[in-house]
C-alpha cells in the first residue's frame, strides 16, 4: 500500500485513461446490437480517457465530457446502459468532483450526475426505476465518500501546519532561552571581574602614601 502511494498521480491517471480509452473501444465495437456508425462509438467512448486525464485538476470539466458522451450515446449511438466504461464514469467522476472541489461546485456536480443518470435510464428502450434509484444511490455515496477523503486531507494538513508552527515556536523560545543565559552569565562574570578588580585599585593609594615626603622621617628612625 505504501508502494501505491508512491506512484507519481499522473501514471495512475495515464493507465486509467488508455484502459477506459482502449477498453471502451473494443467493448462497443465488439456489441452486436451496437447502434450508429462504429468510428463515432470508437470516438464518443475514447473522450472518455480526456475526461480522466483533467479529472484531478478540473473535475467538473471531466464530469462535463463523461456526462456529454453519455447524453450523446444515448440519443445518437449504443445505449450507454450498455457499456461498462461508461458505468465506471459513475464511480470515477462523482468521487472526483467530492474530493476536489467545494461548496456550491460540489454539489452543482453532484446534480449533474444524478441529471444524467435520469436522463440515460428513460431513453433506455426497457425502463424501470430501479435503473435511476440505485445508480443515483451508487453515484452519490461515491460523491459522499469524495467529500470525506477531502476533508480528512484538509484536516490532517492543518495538523501538519499546526505541527509545524509549535516547533517553530519551541525552537524560538529555545534559542531565546540559551540567548537570555547567555546574557546571565556575561552579567555574572562582569560582577565578578569588577568585584575582583575592586581591592587591587583600593591599595595603591596606600602604597602612594607609605612612600610619600611626610612618611620619610619615619622611615628613617626604623632600625636597619
Request: no cysteine.
Amino acid at each position: 500500500m505504501r508502494r501505491l502511494r508512491r506512484i507519481d498521480p499522473r501514471i495512475f491517471d495515464w493507465v486509467l485513461a488508455l484502459g477506459l480509452g482502449i477498453g471502451g473501444s473494443i467493448e462497443v465495437a465488439s456489441k452486436a446490437d451496437m447502434q450508429g456508425p462504429l468510428l463515432l462509438n470508437v470516438l464518443a467512448t475514447s473522450t472518455i480517457a480526456i475526461a480522466v486525464l483533467v479529472r484531478r485538476r478540473r473535475p467538473l470539466l471531466g464530469l462535463s465530457i463523461w456526462m456529454g458522451v453519455a447524453l450523446f450515446m444515448a440519443a445518437f449511438l449504443t445505449q450507454p446502459s450498455e457499456m461498462s466504461s461508461l458505468f465506471l464514469g459513475l464511480m470515477i467522476f462523482p468521487w472526483a468532483v467530492g474530493a476536489h472541489t467545494e461548496g456550491r461546485r460540489s454539489y452543482f456536480g453532484l446534480a449533474l450526475a444524478v441529471l444524467t443518470i435520469v436522463v440515460v435510464a428513460l431513453d433506455s428502450d426497457e425502463f424501470i426505476w430501479g435503473d435511476i434509484f440505485f445508480p443515483a444511490i451508487f453515484g452519490s455515496m461515491l460523491w459522499l465518500a469524495g467529500r470525506v477523503v477531502r476533508s480528512r486531507s484538509r484536516l490532517t494538513a492543518e495538523l501538519h501546519e499546526a505541527t509545524l508552527r509549535l516547533h517553530e515556536q519551541r525552537e524560538a523560545e529555545a534559542h531565546a532561552a540559551v540567548a537570555e543565559e547567555r546574557r546571565r552569565i556575561a552579567r555574572e562574570m562582569h560582577d565578578v571581574v569588577a568585584r575582583t578588580a575592586s581591592p587591587r585599585w583600593s591599595s595603591r593609594p596606600a602604597a602612594r602614601d607609605v612612600s610619600s615626603p611626610a612618611t620619610r622621617p619615619a622611615r628613617s628612625r626604623l632600625p636597619r
